[in-house]
């Protein structure tokens, strides 16, 4: 699983649905849907009438101070692993239905994730198939999406 870095001070409350849109103008996106069933054991997700529980697993975290201009990095290195396959539901879990638009750049390998619940922006943040925190082409990317979001 790739690293999510997220960017602060960065106020996600400011970033507007027309801004989300202009985004799409700009940058090649996706958009996926997920119904994710958070409970003590994991997280479940149902798809074509099959329930999988996963787990996730945190490696490392850490943080990069002035990683450009104001901003510092911190970054999330996790991995997901699925359990099992199960036949019934835990009886206590939280249901949430995400929202995700994924923002890339051509001959990019940085993604910029936007995560909405309820029309509502929730999470944003990067991921990149290199690990290079110092990446000259990963910084400009990152610096290309932030300037786009206009806070």
Same mark, same amino acid.
């Given at each position: 699983?790739?690293?999510?870095?997220?960017?602060?001070?960065?106020?996600?409350?400011?970033?507007? %649905?027309?801004?989300?849109?202009?985004?799409?103008?700009?940058?090649?996106?996706?958009?996926?849907?997920?119904?994710?069933?958070?409970?003590?054991?994991?997280?479940?997700?149902?798809?074509?009438?099959?329930?999988?529980?996963?787990?996730?697993?945190?490696?490392?975290?850490?943080?990069?101070?002035?990683?450009?201009?104001?901003?510092?990095?911190?970054?999330?290195?996790?991995?997901?692993?699925?359990?099992?396959?199960?036949?019934?539901?835990?009886?206590?879990?939280?249901?949430?239905?995400?929202?995700?638009?994924?923002?890339?750049?051509?001959?990019?390998?940085?993604?910029?994730?936007?995560?909405?619940?309820?029309?509502?922006?929730?999470?944003?943040?990067?991921?990149?198939?290199?690990?290079?925190?110092?990446?000259?082409?990963?910084?400009?990317?990152? %610096?290309?999406?932030?300037? %786009?979001?206009?806070?």
């Amino acid at each position: 699983m790739p690293t999510q870095y997220f960017v602060t001070p960065l106020d996600i409350n400011k970033i507007k %649905s027309s801004t989300i849109n202009k985004l799409k103008d700009k940058f090649r996106y996706n958009e996926t849907e997920e119904n994710i069933l958070f409970s003590n054991n994991g997280y479940y997700t149902v798809k074509n009438n099959e329930i999988c529980l996963f787990k996730i697993n945190n490696n490392n975290s850490f943080e990069q101070s002035n990683f450009i201009k104001k901003y510092t990095l911190l970054g999330n290195d996790y991995f997901i692993k699925k359990i099992e396959n199960i036949t019934q539901l835990p009886t206590c879990y939280l249901k949430q239905k995400i929202k995700k638009i994924y923002f890339s750049l051509k001959n990019s390998d940085t993604t910029m994730i936007i995560e909405l619940q309820d029309n509502k922006l929730v999470k944003l943040y990067f991921t990149t198939k290199n690990n290079l925190l110092n990446d000259y082409f990963f910084n400009n990317d990152i %610096s290309l999406y932030l300037e %786009s979001l206009n806070i």
